[in-house]
């Protein structure tokens, strides 16, 4: 395929196994900026606030010296949007100001911790949202990114998840049916969508205007058969090794290509492979790898 002039190749700190502001286990961050700059990388998602320096001017001159620009910011870690609405809002604008603050206009905001705990595997609620609940979140996401829009110049990007309440095809058409387009467009995860069995290329073509960034990555399929067969939380089938390294799983990303190909718009595609935890050492040649794999398919 030829260079598809319109998409940016970036990534972001979760392909170093990063998912938490803090955690020992997760790369320090000066390591996973210099990681992600010598693996041939310009391009930057935030990931977790607080994981990467705060402070704008820091954060600019850690971005700088490394010749990296930021993509967007990351809200994750606060829960759906469809309850306790006012600390979903509060922390969506401390992301919110760094992100403007760095000049980038994306804020992809990740419904964590979903239904389920990834470690004990346990539910914290129903997979199916109540009528009620469900119009909850769509009144609360329009909301959002009026605010993100009006307040801050950004762009909602709402990340459909595994293990979340939009996880499938049919919930996310539904969600972006029933949400403000002026306000609500979608981060196309597609490893998240394809862990769930969905068409990806049918959703760009279907709604093409609604696609605002993408998260590009790779599901093995077995192991999302056997995460669905033996009831297994995201996190668990993560750990298994559910997302891996493209091309070996799906979605196929030459179809998914070529039907970004057809939209009208500039759009970031950042890599984010899940690998939490994962030995400090791994990141690095993975990364590399896939850069230059989708090098070669147009990105």
Known sequence: MAEIRHLQLGSCPDSWGVWFADDPRQTPWPRFLDELAGSGYRWLELGPYGYLPTDPAEL???????????AGGTVAGVGGPHKDFATVLAETRKVAELTAALGAENLIFVPVPGYRDDVTNAYHEPAELSPDGWQALIDNSNTLG?????????KMRFHPHADYHVETQAQTERFLAETDPRYVSLCLDTGHLAYRQADVPAIIRKFPDRIGYVHIKQMDPAIAERAVREDMAFGRAVAMGA???????????????????????ELFVVVEQDMYPVDFDLPLPIATRTRQYLNSVGL
């Not at 001159?61 to 930021?70: N, P, T």
């Not at 009026?146 to 950004?154: K, S």
């Not at 091309?247 to 070529?258: N, T, Y």
């Open 60 to 70: 600019r001159d850690e971005l700088a010296k490394r010749d990296l620009s930021c």
């Open 146 to 154: 009026r605010v993100l829009a009006e307040e801050y110049g950004l």
């Open 243 to 265: 997302s891996v390294e493209p091309p070996a799983g799906l979605p196929d990303i030459p179809s998914v290509l070529e039907a970004l190909n057809e939209l009208d718009a």
